[in-house]
């Protein structure tokens, strides 16, 4: 096992960017999660990949997408970036099967200036 | 929908000192139970997790049970180390379908020597 790896750490982006946020997930686990985690809070489900296509979203607006790759890796894509948007992203993945948590990522800490 | 309540931290106690942070749940039918731990400047770690009424999950001396009757998985620890000092994450996912996992608030543990 390799763990779920996370790209950049940081990044630092003007309001009304674009920004590609990427995940290496863990070899077998077909099944990818967003969360985007504001300061002081709990993670809060964006969405989820299952076998490269999206099959749940939670409440966010369409500018944020995502894509799920036959190598187990992911991105996450925000456009037109609001200062709101500044949070700790994190990637989760979890094998087939409906009994076992997921592993999650060290996040990527984006800030919306 | 699901929704997941945490007792409000910060909780600080003393080296050796008896651990309780309370969890309550909603959710339709059964769901899966966990609890995760938060380091500074990391990501999520899977530190126990129950998937059925009664079971009880445990790691590293911590301990949650999944009392269907009280919607509670409340965890515990009998005696923290100045290590644990951490933020605690409640949390509950489906196990049909869509399997996103649904956060508490967070409670920060502080254990002093």
């Known amino acids: 096992e390799t763990g779920v790896t996370q790209s950049p750490t940081h990044l630092i982006k003007t309001r009304g960017q674009q920004v590609t946020l990427r995940c290496s997930s863990q070899?077998?686990?077909?099944?990818v999660s967003w969360y985007q985690q504001a300061l002081g809070q709990g993670p809060q489900f964006i969405f989820q990949?299952?076998?490269?296509?999206?099959?749940g979203r939670g409440n966010f607006p369409p500018r944020f997408s995502g894509l799920q790759f036959p190598n187990y890796s992911s991105e996450l894509n925000v456009n037109a970036l609001e200062l709101d948007d500044s949070a700790l992203y994190l990637c989760?993945?979890?094998?087939?099967?409906?009994?076992?948590?997921?592993?999650f990522g060290s996040g990527t800490r984006l800030t919306v200036v | 929908g699901n929704s997941v309540t945490q007792m409000e931290g910060p909780v600080t106690l003393s080296e050796e000192a008896f651990l309780t942070i309370n969890c309550t749940y909603t959710?339709?039918?059964?769901?899966?139970l966990f609890w995760y731990v938060q380091y500074p400047g990391e990501g999520l770690q899977l530190l126990l997790k129950a998937t059925k009424a009664d079971d009880k999950g445990s790691n590293k001396g911590f301990e949650a049970t999944y009392r269907k009757e009280t919607t509670s998985f409340h965890l515990e620890k009998g005696s923290v180390q100045v290590s644990d000092s951490a933020v605690y994450f409640c949390?509950?996912?489906?196990?049909?379908?869509?399997?996103?996992?649904?956060f508490g608030s967070g409670t920060r543990l502080q254990v002093q020597p």
């Open positions: 949390a509950l996912s489906g196990k049909t379908g869509r399997r996103a996992l649904t």
């Open positions: 070899s077998g686990h077909n099944t």
């Open positions: 990949y299952y076998r490269e296509e999206e099959n």
């Open positions: 989760a993945s979890s094998p087939p099967g409906t009994a076992f948590g997921y592993t």
């Open positions: 959710a339709t039918g059964y769901p899966s």
